[in-house]
């Protein structure tokens, strides 16, 4: 068990041959560090003999570079971990060099210092240890009594090693060119590994600016679970931190992007924006209009998409913000807050979503995974129903033209007396929803009699009700707005305005996720949706039985 949250890795082994090590030496490290791994390259360093070693420039080659892009791809495969591999001791050659002797703060201090080297002495005051400790203490800032674990001979170096990325296509040489203000843009959701490797590409080749474009509002529109993605506020936040601590020397300009292109088209002391091989039409595109306004082109400068070995099924197969959000589904993305007035069984789940959300499906498979199902929606129905608990108060209010000829009320008639007079609709529900508040208690007091341990709530009006005092837990369901329309369409068939009109009266995903601790989604195949209703299920029991 990982006994660290944060930790600073010395990697010492020459370049050729620590690539062979990376695997199980990240291995090690992730037993021992359980949250942010600093990695600090210092090939060829000696922590042996009478000298205390100092940390010195390492060129930024494309071999330098192959290795910090393997090193975060080999880290994906232990997700707890943060791994970040320090720059501050990487520069172009073609650089005036600069005093390594001063201390570089880092957001998370180290508690633990760990390396590679090998020594044959592990004994708890082995002279390389206190050398280490000392190195680490010399470079970076880290906490109090500070600890050192000497990695091997826990990892041994792999008989069989994937082939290193072969080097950009601009690469020249030995060393990586250089440019003063560089650009880059993306959604830099969730913070990954790919995210990781492009930036360090784009911090290698900076010398003074980075020019940071971040994905926002209308780009956002048509991602996968757009709902799921950060707001701009974390996800700046989040790049910042990593950013200054992997090369504070450089200034960072963050600004959102509502547009292609964004000021890469009108900066004109940029010299080079970093693409993918996916963006890349887009920095031709930024070219192209750099040209238009009198602007010099800048240098494309391309790296590689990191594939994802772990992806699944409806997953990209590359390394995506899309692929994680698309694993939170059925997680608990927020902690419930706990009700001491509230019965602990049965556990109640709100169910709610959108029009064409897919919501009752939902509701089906957790009935048949063993919760006791309430229809709160059918709930609506006895309260307006003749000698329903709503019937004559709706009738005096809203008249008797409301009702159908065997005195049923005629509820397309009653919507359309309340759609759009917020005022109307306001009376309705002040009379309709305690009705069906009471109703759905005395369904819950039945599930509790015959032992229920769970229950759920389908309930289309949860949030918008305010029956959240009544569940435990809000899950849930989503789909494109676009996805939406068709499904209502071509169930009730309704034109698109009507269907859209529909959706617009509903709170937003966005609104409903404020307040949702589980999020589930219908827009795949169905057996997908059985997958993601049985993961939550899995871990809903989990998280009932620690109660």
Known sequence: MSAFRSGLLVLTTPLSALSLRLVPILASASRIVEDTLYVHLQPGLSLTGSSQPRSTYVPASPEIYSLISKLYADADAHGHLDVRVLLT?????????????????????????????????????????????????????????????????EYEPMMEERELPSQEPDLDGGTMQSYRDVVVGGTFDRLHNAHKILLSACCLLAENRLLIGISDKDLLENKVLKELIQPYEQRVEKLCEFL???KPSLRYDIVPLVDPCGPSITDPDLECIVVSEETRKGGVTVNKKRLENGLPELALHEIRLVKDPGHRENEEEKISSSSIRQRLLGSLLQPPQKDPARPSRPYVIGLTGGSGSGKTSIARHLERLGAFLIDVDKLGHEAYAPGGPSYEQVVEEFGEDTLNDDRTINRKILGAKVFGNQGRLKRLTDIVWPEIAKLTKRQLNEAAAQGKAVCVLDAAVLLE?????????????VVPEKEALQRIMTRDGLSEEAARNRLQSQLSNSQRLQQSHVVLCTLWEPETTRKQVEKAWVLLQQRISQD
């Open 89 to 153: 001791n990487i520069r172009n050659q073609s650089l005036t060099p600069q005093s390594l002797s001063s201390v570089q703060n880092l957001s998370h201090p180290p508690e633990v210092v760990l390396t590679d080297f090998q020594t044959s002495d592990g004994g708890q005051y082995n002279p390389v240890k206190q050398r280490l400790e000392r190195y680490a203490t010399s470079c970076y800032s880290c906490r109090p009594n500070l600890i050192s674990v000497l990695l091997y001979p």
């Open 244 to 246: 200054v601590d992997v």
């Open 465 to 477: 009700a305010g029956w959240t005092d009544l569940v435990h837990e809000v899950w849930m369901v």
